[in-house]
Structure formats: C-alpha cells, structure tokens
C-alpha cells in the first residue's frame, strides 16, 4: 500500500490542515487551472476540484486533478452522483487512483435544474451515502459494488461533506454519523459565518465522539460584497449568514477588506474549537486571496511531509 496522501498524512499526523478549492474552467484551457494551482501550492495541503458545481458544465474533475499533480499539488477529486451511474463512477475512480490521485470526496451534486442544462437527466442512482461505502468497500475489500474482484491496490481517503446549518438543526449529526459509519476519513463542512451556530454543532459532535472518527475541516468563504454576502443569505440553500456580517460588509469603506477580515476572525476561532481539524477556503474566483489569509492566521509554512 501506497503511504497515503499529503492531505491524510497531515491529519493523521495530527496537523491543522488547509484545503482550497480550484473550479475547472468552461472550457479546454490547462492554464486556468494551473493559474490556480500556482496560486494555491505553497499555502495548501491539498486542493478540491469541483465536478459540475452548481450543475453547469465544465472541464472534469479528474482532468483538473491530474493537472495540479503536474504541479506537485495533492489534489481532491470531487465526485457527485447526480451525473453518473454505479459502473461510471467505479470505473472513474479506478482511473483517478492510476494517474496518482488518492483524496475523493463524495457528493450529492447541486440539482440539474439549478445549472446551464435543466432538461439534463438527473442520474442518482446512488446517494453520497452509499458512494462513500461503496469506495470504502473498493478499497479495504478490493472489490466492486457488484462482488467482482479488483486487481492492483486501491489506495483512497475518502471525503464527505456536512451541512452544519441546514434544517432540522438536530438532524445534522444524525446525517454526519451515518457518514462517518459509511467510511467517510475526512468531512469539509458548509460555509462557517454563524459561528457560535457552528459551535453548537461541533458539540453534539464531539459528544457523540465523532470528532475521535473523522478529520472535519470547517469551510470558509470570503466575502467580497454586500451584494454578495446579502445574495448567500437569501439565496443558498444551508448557509447562515448572521445580520451582524451583512451589516458590516454594507456599512465598510473597502468590501473587499471587511470580507478578508470577517474570514481572517472566523479562521482564528475555529482555529481554537475543539474537534476542528482543519480549514476548507473555497474562494470562488478569488483565489488570490488564500495565500495571505492562511499566510496572516499564521498557518504558514505548511508541514513538508
């Protein structure tokens, strides 16, 4: 068996990590990725690729991670189930794992209806839940969903992700467990603005002793506008925006700046919670901007495993 990746030799090692995340582009060009990878490679232990976030089409998430390893980058590769079937998915994370890429994380995928091709067929023909037993099973069995032998070894560690927001409040850990049970190593949570609302949360978590189980990583993501901040408050799905950061983000001379420092205080404490293992910064077309928020919450350098 393979060591591990950078991303699970940190966290098990007991490190604080730091993930970002690099959207593929909408097209075939290798340098809007690399451009990201550049980037983010000094200041991360890993990086996502989407996979047709929010259900518009885009350059694949294994092509993505297969450039960043070029780029010496540990790349996540992100998996939803909406577009493809059992045999698709098995056959894409054999072929991720032969061009060197060892995280997945695991997803439901944003429904069809909200991206660029609504009359697109949702496919679902198994949940996030059942994609993460059915990597486990891959990897720790070597065998497929169907019973069949794998050959060669499956080296995987194995995402999910929480929603620490959504409702019913009480029923998000109920929702991580049965993750956790799955076979999930690692979870990247939703946005953390509601910071004391996320702390209760990772009380219940830490009370089911869940935190002993799985590395959380909280998610983060800076806010350039109020426009911005006022448009994830009404608009998406699990993210709780308090009014106190859409004040603050109106009534700032620099939006940019007031977004840097509401991201830089939500880092410090979570920095500080017990059960965090680490951060997610998903700054959607921002990127520039990771560096010097991990460089200024004094997460530099990162660990040279």
């Not at 695991?106 to 949702?122: E, I, M, T, V, W």
């Amino acid at each position: 068996m393979k060591a591990g990746t950078n991303l699970e030799k940190v966290l098990t090692s007991g490190g604080f990590a730091v993930t970002a995340e690099a959207g593929p582009p909408k097209g075939t060009s290798p340098a809007a990725v690399q451009k990201k990878g550049e980037t983010l490679h000094r200041c991360c232990d890993a990086v996502n690729v989407t996979d047709n976030q929010t259900a518009i089409v885009r350059m694949s998430s294994i092509a993505g991670c297969v450039l960043l390893k070029q780029q010496g980058i540990d790349p996540v590769m992100q998996i939803v189930v909406r577009d493809r079937n059992r045999i698709a998915i098995q056959s894409d994370v054999l072929g991720a794992i032969a061009l060197g890429i060892g995280n997945f994380l695991c997803l439901s995928g944003d429904h069809q209806k909200f991206g660029n091709h609504p009359q697109a067929r949702g496919v679902f023909d198994i949940d996030s839940i059942q994609l993460i037993q059915t990597l486990k099973r891959m990897r720790d069995e070597k065998k497929f969903l169907s019973g069949d032998d794998i050959s060669g070894e499956v080296p995987m560690f194995i995402g999910a992700a929480a929603n620490p927001y959504a409702d019913p409040f009480e029923f998000r850990v109920v929702r991580l467990a049965k993750k956790v049970k799955a076979g999930a190593d690692f979870i990247q949570t939703q946005a953390v603005f509601d910071v004391p609302k996320f702390a209760r949360w990772m009380e219940m978590v830490r009370d089911r002793g869940l935190d002993r189980q799985v590395h959380i990583l909280a998610g983060i993501i800076p806010i350039k506008s109020a426009g911005m901040a006022r448009y994830m408050r009404d608009n998406v799905s699990g993210v709780s925006v308090p009014a106190e950061i859409v004040t603050r983000m109106e009534q700032a001379k620099s939006a940019k700046e007031e977004g840097f420092r509401i991201a830089l205080e939500t880092v410090e404490q979570l920095k500080e919670m017990p059960g965090v293992h680490g951060i997610h910064i998903m700054a959607v077309g921002w990127e520039d901007i990771v560096p010097e928020l991990i460089d200024k919450a004094g997460l530099l350098p990162r660990p040279a495993l």
